[in-house]
């Protein structure tokens, strides 16, 4: 049986992903802060076919509650999978009159996560199989003026990513990178950005991706070849660029 616990379960991002999971039959643990609308997608998911889902009260700056859900995780019988959607996406604009906020967007997209993984991967390793899905960004490629700390955060996490799947890979777990163009969620509300997702198809190409044990997945596709371009500017020529 496959278990998969989602972190951020709630995100706009991860719904479509756990409807994919239910119809799947898989059990499911669903992890956020919001617990009505936890309640809420979690009836939802046993509609749609999932074998049990659970409720987890969960906030990835609440390291202390870490390891008691580890436990839990370490107890579970069957395949143990996890995927994360955490991460929150201020204005840059915000960030700099208030420069304190750095702290709560590393935490949130970056430190956070990986403190939680660091603690689960001893688990995974002893049993020497299941899946990690971190979702990144791909604002983490290259530092654009528009969003710089996200970017870092999220290069830190993507970076991060890499050495856990090849620390993990040699044991059997697979973990993969996702990392979205723009999608359209409550986060990018509002905005006006260039070939925005639906989170079905993002849903789609995260299933996709793990079928394939895919390491590093764009999605939408576009993005794999719009970030190898943005990468290969030139430093000067970048710096002048409004991207």
């Known amino acids: 049986m496959q278990n998969w616990i989602v972190l951020g379960a709630t995100s706009g ?42 409720v987890i ?5 609440d390291t202390a509650a870490f390891p008691a859900l ?31 906020l750095i702290d709560e967007v590393v935490t949130d997209n970056f430190t956070g996560p990986a403190k939680f993984l660091s603690l689960l991967a001893p688990v995974m390793e002893a049993r020497g199989e299941g899946v990690i899905v971190g979702v990144g960004s791909v604002a983490g490629d290259r530092g654009r003026v528009g969003n710089y700390v996200y970017g870092a955060a999220k290069a830190g996490f993507a970076t991060y990513l890499s050495g856990l799947r090849n620390r993990l890979g ?37 299933m996709g991706g793990i079928e394939r044990r895919a390491n590093v997945l764009y999605t939408a596709r576009i993005w ?19 991207i």
């Open 57 to 61: 009260a969960f906030n990835i700056r």
């Open 70 to 100: 580890i436990d839990k995780l370490a107890a579970t019988q069957g395949v143990l999978n996890l995927a994360c959607f955490v991460g929150t996406m201020p204005e840059q604009s915000a960030i700099d009159a208030d420069p304190m």
């Open 170 to 206: 040699r044991k059997g777990v697979h973990v993969m990178t996702v990392k979205p163009g723009p999608v359209e969620t409550r986060m990018t509300e509002g905005m006006k950005l260039p070939f925005m997702a639906k989170p079905e198809q993002v849903a789609e190409d995260i």
């Open 224 to 242: 794999y070849f719009i970030m190898m371009v943005i990468r290969a500017i030139p430093e000067p020529i970048f710096k002048k660029m409004s």
């Open 13 to 54: 991002m991860a719904r479509p992903f756990l409807r994919r999971l239910a119809i799947d039959g898989a059990r499911l643990m669903l992890a956020g802060r919001d617990m009505e609308e936890l309640e809420t997608l979690a009836k939802d998911c046993k509609l749609r076919g999932a074998a049990e889902v659970e």
